[in-house]
C-alpha cells in the first residue's frame, strides 16, 4: 500500500533532534508490519496519542476514536465500571490509522479479541531502577535462568528504554489472575535470592537502584509495547527482539531506532519460534512449587 495519502501533515516533526516525521513513522511500520502483525493480530490495543511527537503533550485513549477507516475490527469489553470498544489490531490500515492520530508506540493486550480473559503470554517487565540497561539484562539473564529450571522457554526484547520485557508463550486457558499470580512468585523467588540487585517492592522510593521485576503487565486489560514498537524517546529506538545470546550488559538498547532499523531486521528473526512454543502454565506453576 501507499501510506502518502493516508498521513495528514507528513512533514510534521516528530523527533527534531534526529529530523525523523510523521511520515518516517508511517513509512516504519510499513516496512516492519509483517513482523509486527502477528503480535497484534487479534489484539486489543491502548492508544497512546502524542499529536507533536516528542514536543507537547501525550495521553491515553481506550475507546476506539472516531475517523478511523471503515471496517476497522473493535471488540467491546465490559470492564468493572463500564464498557470500552477497543480497537482490535491486525490490518496495516489500521496502524497507518492510529500513526496518522499521532500513535508512536503499539502497547497491545496479552490476550486476543476471541477470549479476552484468557492471556497466551505471561510478561516480565524488567525495569531497572538504575536507569541502566545493563542492569535491565543482568536481571534478564538471571530470570531466564530460573525459567529454564522449569523447563521454560523464554523470549527477550529491549522495551525500547532502558529495560527489558521477558515474553513466556503459553497455552490458551488461564485467566489473568492466574499468569499474574505466577509472575509474582517468580518475581518473589528472584528477588529474596538476590535482593541486592532484584525487588518486587511496588513502592518507587523503596526500590532505589535496584530492579523492579514487573508482574503486573499480566492483569486483565494492561499493556505492554509490542515487539517492533517504537517509542517516545530520544532517538526514536524501538522495541527489537533479541536472542538471549545478544542479552549482554554492553548492549545499548537505541541502537535499535527509525534510522538503522532495516539493518536490524535483515537477518533471521529471534522470535521466529514464539507462537510455536506454547507451554502450560499449570505445568509451570507445578515447576515452581516443586523447585
Known amino acids: 500500500m ?22 518516517d513513522l ?6 516492519v508490519f509483517p513482523e509486527l502483525q502477528p503480535y497484534v493480530q487479534d489484539r486489543m490495543l491502548a492508544l497512546e496519542r502524542c499529536p507533536d511527537g516528542m514536543g507537547g503533550e501525550c495521553f491515553f485513549q481506550k475507546e476506539a476514536p472516531k475517523g478511523m477507516p471503515a471496517g476497522t475490527p473493535t471488540k467491546l469489553i465490559h470492564h468493572q465500571k463500564r464498557a470500552v470498544d477497543y480497537v482490535v489490531g491486525g490490518l496495516i490500515e489500521t496502524e497507518i490509522a492510529l500513526v496518522n492520530l499521532g500513535c508512536i508506540a503499539v502497547h497491545v493486550w ?4 476471541s477470549h479476552p480473559h484468557q492471556p497466551d503470554w505471561v510478561v516480565f517487565d524488567i525495569d531497572p531502577g538504575s536507569g541502566e540497561f545493563a542492569d535491565a539484562a543482568k536481571a534478564g539473564l538471571l530470570l531466564k535462568g ?4 522449569m523447563d521454560l522457554v523464554s523470549f527477550p526484547k529491549t522495551s525500547g528504554g532502558r529495560g527489558m520485557h521477558v515474553f513466556l508463550p503459553i497455552q490458551v486457558g488461564p485467566d489473568f489472575d492466574e499468569a499474574r499470580s ?18 518486587v517492592e511496588q513502592r518507587l522510593q523503596a526500590r532505589g537502584d535496584r ?4 508482574p503486573f503487565r499480566n492483569a486483565f486489560g494492561a499493556t505492554v509495547v509490542a515487539p517492533y514498537s517504537v517509542r517516545r524517546r530520544e532517538k526514536a529506538p524501538f522495541s527489537m527482539p533479541l536472542r538471549w545470546q545478544d542479552v549482554k550488559p554492553s548492549l545499548d538498547p537505541s541502537r535499535f531506532n527509525l534510522g538503522n532499523f532495516k539493518k536490524h531486521l535483515a537477518g533471521s528473526d529471534p522470535w521466529q519460534d514464539f507462537f510455536k512454543r506454547r507451554q502450560s502454565l499449570g505445568e509451570a506453576v507445578k515447576a515452581l512449587h516443586r523447585s
Not at 501507499?2 to 511520515?23: A, Q, S
Not at 496479552?110 to 479479541?113: D, K, L, N, Q
Not at 517468580?186 to 525487588?199: K, M, S, Y
Open 26 to 31: 508511517a513509512h516504519f511500520y510499513e516496512s
Open 211 to 214: 530492579v523492579y521485576l514487573d
Open 110 to 113: 496479552g490476550s486476543c479479541a
Open 146 to 149: 530460573a525459567l529454564e529450571a
Open 182 to 199: 505466577f509472575a509474582e512468585e517468580v518475581g518473589r523467588r528472584l528477588a529474596a535470592a538476590h535482593p541486592d540487585t532484584l525487588t
Open 2 to 23: 501507499t501510506v502518502e495519502p493516508l498521513v495528514t501533515h507528513p512533514d510534521k516533526v516528530f523527533w527534531p533532534e534526529d529530523g525523523y516525521t510523521k511520515l
